[in-house]
C-alpha cells in the first residue's frame, strides 16, 4: 500500500491537509474540487473516502471494512504467493466445531448478534 506525507495547514479560515503531489497523479480520482469525507478510525487514524458521483456510498457501508477489504485485495493481487489453501487438519477441526449446527441462506439474524 503506497504511503503519502503530508501536513496539515490553515487556508482562510479552515484547517486543511496537504499530501505530496504524487498521491494525486496516481490516484486521479483525487482531483482537486473532488468531494470527501474523514472517518475518525482511531487515535492517529483517519479514513478519506470520496462521495459523489466516483464512489456511491451505502450509509451502511462501513468505511474500516472496506478498507480492510480494499487492503487484502491490493496484497493478494501483489504476493498472490501468500494464497494458501486450507489445510485438512484446519478443515477437520472446523467440521467439528460446527457439528450439529443448522443454518440457512434465508435466516435473518438478531439485530443483537454484530459480525
Known sequence: MAKYNGSITTTGRSEAIRLDKDLFKQHPEFQQKAKVQAHVIGPGQMLISLIGEVQSVDVDEDPVVTAFLSFMEQDMLKHPEHIIPLSDELLQNVSVLTQGVEVS??????DEIGL
Request: hydrophobic letters at 35%; glycine letters at 0%.
Open 105 to 110: 441462506d434465508d435466516e435473518v439474524l438478531p
